[in-house]
C-alpha cells in the first residue's frame, strides 16, 4: 500500500482502516493481510500555512460550488450539499525558490514559496472567470468548466487564460478582490492601499487597471452595488470610501458616497 503523505492519524473499524495524512487528506480502505488494499480518499483540505481564499460559486441549473486557496498551493472545489472535496487546482505550476520574505507579501508558515500561495480568489458567472492571486501580488484568470470540476478532472482548475499585474512591480499581496455584478468589471484590493479595476472586454481580455487611490492603509474589503454603478471599501485604517462610474472618465472618488448611496442595495 502506497500513500499520498504520512499518516497522522489511524482507526479501525469493522474491516475498514481510516487514515488522516499530514497533507490534510483523510483515507479508507479495507483491511487486508496482504497490503494490496487501496485507499479511497474520502476528503482533501488544506495542510501547509494559512487558508484565506474562499468564494461561493453559483452554477448552472441552480448549483453552488465552494472555491478555496491557501498558502500550500492548492486551489480546492467543494460541493457544499455533499461535504465532497470535488476538484484539486494549483495556484502556480512553477516554483521558485524559496526566500525568507518577499517585498509587499504576507507573512507566513508555509513551506511554499511566494507565488504558489494564494490568500483571495473571486469568481465571476458571466464567464466562468476565476480570478487567483498569489502572494506576490498578481492575479491569474482561469475558464472554469463545472462539467469537468464535478468529474474531478486533473487540471480542471488550472485552465490560466490571462495574467494581471505580472510587470507591475509595486503590487503587494491581494487580501480581498470583488467581480460587479454585471460581470462587466473586477476590483483588486491590494496591500499597496490602491484599488484596481479593470473592465472585462470581449475576447475574455481584461483592460488596463484603473487605479482608485484615498486610501491611507492596505484594502481588506471590497462591495459593489447591485447596479455595478458604485464601489464601497475599507482599508487596514479602518476608512470606508465611495467610488461611483463616472461614464468616460471611469471610476472617480465620491466624497459624498455615504449619504448619495443611503437608497443603493449592496451586493453583500
Known amino acids: 500500500m502506497k500513500l499520498d503523505s504520512?499518516?497522522?492519524s489511524i482507526d479501525l473499524f469493522n474491516g475498514n482502516i481510516l487514515l488522516g495524512l499530514k497533507n490534510g487528506s483523510i483515507v479508507e480502505m479495507a483491511w487486508s493481510a496482504d497490503g494490496k488494499?487501496?485507499?479511497k480518499t474520502v476528503m482533501i483540505s488544506h495542510c501547509d500555512g494559512e487558508t484565506w481564499g474562499l468564494e461561493v460559486c453559483p452554477t448552472e441549473g441552480g448549483e453552488t460550488r465552494l472555491i478555496t486557496s491557501g498558502d500550500d498551493n492548492r486551489i480546492l472545489a467543494y460541493n457544499p450539499k455533499t461535504f465532497e472535496a470535488l476538484c484539486e487546482g494549483q495556484v502556480n505550476d512553477k516554483k521558485a525558490k524559496k526566500k525568507k520574505g518577499v517585498r509587499g507579501g504576507a507573512s507566513s508558515m508555509s513551506s511554499m514559496p511566494a507565488n504558489n500561495q494564494s490568500r483571495c480568489v473571486a469568481y465571476n458567472p458571466s464567464n466562468q472567470h476565476l480570478a487567483v492571486a498569489d502572494n506576490t501580488g498578481v492575479v491569474t484568470i482561469r475558464k472554469v468548466d463545472w462539467a469537468e470540476v464535478d468529474a474531478g478532472k486533473a487540471g480542471a482548475l488550472d485552465?490560466?487564460?490571462e495574467?494581471?499585474?505580472k510587470k507591475d512591480k509595486n503590487t503587494e499581496w491581494i487580501e480581498c478582490m470583488s467581480y460587479s455584478p454585471c460581470g462587466k468589471y473586477l476590483a483588486v484590493g491590494s496591500h499597496d492601499n490602491v484599488i484596481y479595476v479593470m473592465e472585462i472586454k470581449k475576447a475574455d481580455k481584461y483592460a488596463k487597471a484603473e487605479k482608485l487611490k484615498g486610501h491611507s492603509s492596505f484594502i481588506t474589503s471590497l462591495d459593489w452595488s447591485q447596479d455595478s454603478?458604485?464601489?464601497r471599501s475599507v482599508c487596514g485604517a479602518y476608512e470606508?470610501?465611495?467610488f461611483k462610474d463616472s461614464g468616460?472618465?471611469?471610476?472617480?472618488?465620491?466624497?459624498?458616497?455615504a449619504s448619495n448611496t443611503v437608497s443603493t442595495v449592496w451586493n453583500s
Open 6 to 8: 504520512a499518516a497522522q
Open 37 to 39: 488494499a487501496k485507499p
Open 159 to 161: 485552465n490560466v487564460i
Open 163 to 165: 495574467t494581471l499585474f
Open 229 to 231: 454603478a458604485n464601489l
Open 240 to 242: 470606508l470610501l465611495f
Open 248 to 257: 468616460k472618465k471611469g471610476f472617480v472618488r465620491d466624497p459624498s458616497g
